[in-house]
């Protein structure tokens, strides 16, 4: 009977996750850098598939599923554990490379009805972006594979499809976790907030982004993407200005968690820079995949970590620790440029930071999980 019970998803996906966004970046400077090519699954787009359709729908697992039974949590983590040590060691294993796409039609198959019920549209939207992000693991595979499928954009251009449909989740959902928690702190200090939620702001970024992925897909729309990018940055930019973050200095997790929301608006701003001029937008994109989800990530499982087992936000100095691990990993990474590998101190500086921002939070994870108050009978 014990089995039927839910259990809180985050609990299961939030330490996998995190351990697994700290070992794929060390492992996959290793197998570029060592010349062993070892792991196999990790180089070349490697890394990035396995932090996108790897850790970041874990975290979409987490969040969104809420408490399950062990029927349906069993399966899809053993399907998404998998899936990841399938796509690291057998890449080209046929098997290895249907596990990933399984697992986020099963992830979207769960996930994406429980958005439904919402009567706005703008609040529906969360279902059928996650479902875009699910997809587009199907349809890296078809890119990948020599079945004779239509014509596919290339496995980069997926790629970078999927980080702005990461783009597009991490504004849509952050903004929905940060502005009630900024109106309910500065209501309680007595300053009035107006603008919550925004939701012109909010439809337009929706619109906006959503382009910028599918216009991201065809080589010959980077300008349009770029110009839509920078517009997007300065929606997300004046939205952060009107919450007022500067009545929360007595918040750290709440200003962690809008730093983070600024690195989105600084990755698409420079992202779109890179597409408008005609240069590489990888170092730009990983502002986002490094500052913007890293600090965003690590904030909630921390925050919803300490809300479920303590009833409490997060220590200061955790959230601080990792806004300013995160951002000088970020820095490093950009500071590499277009020809990472030549810069092979600042890659290992920077995967250390963030393999060590993750580690902990996985142990704190682990630690809370098991002093958490005993459920109710």
């Given amino acids: 009977m014990g089995n039927t019970k839910p259990f809180h998803s985050f609990w299961l996906f939030f330490p996998a996750a995190a351990i697994w966004a700290a070992l794929v970046v060390p492992l996959s400077l290793y197998a570029a850098l060592s010349g062993s090519g070892w792991p196999p699954g990790l180089l070349g787009a490697g890394h990035g ?75 529906k939207v969360a279902g059928p972006l996650i ?46 976790i940060i502005a009630p928690a900024v109106a309910g702190t ?29 216009l991201s897909l065809a080589p010959s729309a980077d300008i349009g993407t770029g110009a839509v990018l920078m517009v997007s940055a300065a929606l997300i930019m ?18 962690v968690l ?10 698409a701003g420079m992202t779109g820079l890179s597409f408008v001029g005609g240069t590489d937008p990888l170092p730009s994109l990983h502002v986002v995949t490094i500052g ?6 690590a904030s909630v499982m921390l925050r919803l970590g300490w809300q479920r087992a303590r009833r409490s936000f997060p220590p200061s100095w955790q959230v601080l620790a990792i806004a300013i691990a995160v951002a000088a990993a970020a820095m490093l990474r950009l500071s590499a440029g277009p020809t990472p590998f030549a810069h092979p101190e600042a890659l290992w500086t920077s995967a250390l930071l963030w393999s060590s921002t993750y580690v902990l939070v996985a142990i704190q994870l682990i630690g809370l999980f098991r002093h958490r108050p005993a459920p109710r009978k």
């Fill in 49 to 123: 598939h396995e932090l996108i359709f790897g850790f970041a729908l874990a975290l979409i697992a987490g969040y969104t599923l809420g408490p399950q039974p062990w029927r349906i949590l069993a399966p899809l983590f053993l399907l998404w554990l998998s899936a990841r040590l399938g796509w690291m060691f057998a890449p080209e294993n046929t098997v290895a490379q249907l596990l990933s796409p399984a697992y986020a039609l099963l992830l979207a198959r769960h996930v994406v009805p429980r958005f439904q019920a919402a009567k706005k549209w703008r609040n």
């Fill in 131 to 176: 479902l875009v992000l699910c997809l587009l693991s199907v349809v890296f595979w078809f890119a990948n594979t020599t079945w004779p499928f239509p014509p596919m954009p290339g496995s980069r251009r997926i790629m970078v499809a999927a980080i702005i449909g990461l783009l597009l989740l991490m504004t849509f959902m952050g903004g929905r």
């Fill in 186 to 214: 500065l209501e309680k200090r007595g300053v009035p907030l107006e603008a919550r939620v925004q939701p012109r702001i909010e439809g337009t970024l929706l619109v906006c982004l959503l382009l910028a992925m599918f």
């Fill in 238 to 255: 004046i939205r952060s200005i009107r919450w007022k973050l500067w009545h929360c200095g007595h918040r750290p997790d709440l200003l």
């Fill in 258 to 267: 809008s730093a983070g929301y600024l690195w989105l608006a600084i990755g």
């Fill in 292 to 297: 913007a989800l890293g600090t965003l990530s």
